[in-house]
C-alpha cells in the first residue's frame, strides 16, 4: 500500500574511505527510482505555468526562509509527496505555516503545483529535485520546525535495505537542518520498516521519542497528518499504519 515511491537518495550503506567522506547524494545509492508517467493537462499546466512562481531549484543556492515566504513563519518540509495530497490539505488548513514539498517525480509535482494555484495557496514552495541535494546544499541549519517523511518506499527485500532513506547519515543531515526542539515525523505502513526506522533514530544522536510509554517507539496517529486515500483503503483491509515522531534535543 506505499503511497509514495518518490523519496531521495541515500548511501549510508556505501563503503570506503571515498564513499564516506562524499555528500550524501554522491555516494552512489539511490532509494528512489524514476518511473515514466503519462501526464494530465493540469499537471503539465502546472509544471508549464505554475512553476515559474512555485518551483525551487538547486540552482537558486542557499534559501533565506523569511525572504523566500516574504514573512518569519514556522516551515515545514515534506520530502517525497508522492501526488501531493497530503501536502496541499496540510498548506490549506495550515495558513500560518509555511511548507516545502520535495518531490521527483513530474506528475506528482505538476498535480501539486496545478491544484496549489487554483486554491490560491501562498505558503507552499516545490522543489523537483533529489532531497539529500536540497537538504545540504539549498536549506539552511537550524531552519526547518518539522521535517515530514510519509510512507517512503520500503524496499523490503533484505538486499536492498542499504537503499532505504532512514540511514544514520540520513538522519543526521536532518538533524542539522531542524531548529531546536524541531521534529522528524514519519509514517510507514509496513512493520518491518516502522521497527528499521524506530532502531535507527533511538541509535541517533541528538534526538528524544516523543511517544508516551505505553505506546513507544510509534506515536498513535496524529490528527494533524491527513488521511490518504491509501492509507483509508489500507485501513479497510486491517493494514497497519506506524508514526515516530521524534524531537531534536541538540
Same mark, same amino acid.
Given at each position: 500500500?506505499?503511497?509514495?515511491?518518490?523519496?531521495? *537518495? #541515500?548511501?549510508?550503506?556505501?563503503?570506503?574511505?571515498? *564513499?564516506?567522506?562524499?555528500?550524501?547524494?554522491?555516494?552512489?545509492?539511490?532509494?528512489?527510482?524514476?518511473?515514466?508517467?503519462?501526464?494530465?493537462?493540469?499537471?503539465?499546466?502546472?509544471?508549464?505555468? /505554475?512553476?515559474?512562481?512555485?518551483?525551487?531549484?538547486?540552482?537558486?543556492?542557499?534559501? #533565506? &526562509?523569511?525572504?523566500?515566504?516574504?514573512?518569519?513563519?514556522?516551515?515545514?518540509?515534506?520530502?517525497?509527496?508522492?501526488?501531493?495530497?497530503?501536502?496541499?490539505?496540510?498548506?490549506?488548513?495550515?495558513?500560518?505555516?509555511?511548507?516545502?514539498?520535495?518531490?521527483?517525480?513530474?506528475?506528482?509535482?505538476?498535480?501539486?503545483?496545478?491544484?496549489?494555484? %487554483?486554491?490560491?495557496?501562498? =505558503? &507552499?514552495?516545490?522543489?523537483?529535485?533529489?532531497?539529500?541535494?536540497?537538504?545540504?546544499?539549498?536549506?539552511?541549519?537550524? *531552519?526547518? =520546525?518539522?521535517?515530514? &517523511? +510519509? +510512507?517512503?518506499?520500503?524496499?523490503?527485500? %533484505?538486499?536492498?535495505?542499504? $537503499?532505504?532513506?532512514?540511514?544514520?547519515?540520513?538522519?543526521?543531515?536532518? $538533524?542539522?537542518? &531542524?531548529?531546536? =526542539?524541531? +521534529?522528524?515525523?514519519?509514517?510507514?505502513?509496513?512493520?518491518?520498516?516502522?521497527?528499521?526506522?524506530?532502531?535507527?533514530?533511538?541509535?541517533?544522536?541528538?534526538?528524544?521519542?516523543?511517544?508516551?510509554?505505553?505506546?513507544?517507539? +510509534? /506515536?498513535? $496517529?496524529?490528527?494533524?497528518?491527513?488521511?490518504? %486515500?491509501?492509507?483509508?483503503?489500507?485501513?479497510?483491509?486491517?493494514?497497519?499504519?506506524?508514526?515516530?515522531?521524534? $524531537? %531534536?534535543?541538540?
Amino acid at each position: 500500500m506505499t503511497e509514495n515511491n518518490a523519496t531521495p *537518495s #541515500d548511501n549510508a550503506g556505501a563503503t570506503g574511505p571515498e *564513499s564516506q567522506d562524499a555528500p550524501l547524494h554522491r555516494r552512489g545509492i539511490k532509494s528512489y527510482v524514476i518511473r515514466a508517467g503519462r501526464m494530465t493537462p493540469a499537471q503539465t499546466r502546472g509544471l508549464e505555468d /505554475v512553476w515559474p512562481r512555485l518551483g525551487l531549484a538547486l540552482e537558486d543556492g542557499p534559501q #533565506d &526562509l523569511y525572504a523566500l515566504f516574504g514573512r518569519k513563519a514556522p516551515c515545514v518540509v515534506e520530502i517525497g509527496f508522492g501526488m501531493g495530497n497530503s501536502l496541499i490539505e496540510q498548506a490549506k488548513t495550515h495558513p500560518d505555516t509555511d511548507f516545502i514539498g520535495i518531490e521527483v517525480h513530474a506528475p506528482g509535482v505538476g498535480k501539486l503545483l496545478d491544484e496549489a494555484d %487554483k486554491l490560491g495557496l501562498t =505558503n &507552499l514552495l516545490v522543489y523537483r529535485e533529489d532531497a539529500l541535494r536540497v537538504l545540504e546544499e539549498c536549506l539552511p541549519a537550524g *531552519s526547518i =520546525n518539522t521535517v515530514q &517523511l +510519509f +510512507f517512503p518506499d520500503p524496499w523490503p527485500k %533484505k538486499k536492498h535495505h542499504k $537503499r532505504r532513506i532512514v540511514q544514520p547519515a540520513f538522519v543526521e543531515l536532518i $538533524r542539522t537542518r &531542524l531548529e531546536p =526542539n524541531g +521534529f522528524f515525523h514519519m509514517a510507514t505502513d509496513w512493520e518491518a520498516y516502522a521497527e528499521w526506522m524506530a532502531e535507527v533514530m533511538e541509535a541517533a544522536p541528538g534526538y528524544a521519542n516523543t511517544a508516551d510509554a505505553d505506546t513507544a517507539p +510509534f /506515536v498513535p $496517529r496524529p490528527t494533524f497528518r491527513p488521511l490518504t %486515500k491509501f492509507e483509508a483503503r489500507g485501513e479497510k483491509l486491517g493494514h497497519g499504519v506506524w508514526d515516530l515522531i521524534y $524531537r %531534536k534535543t541538540s
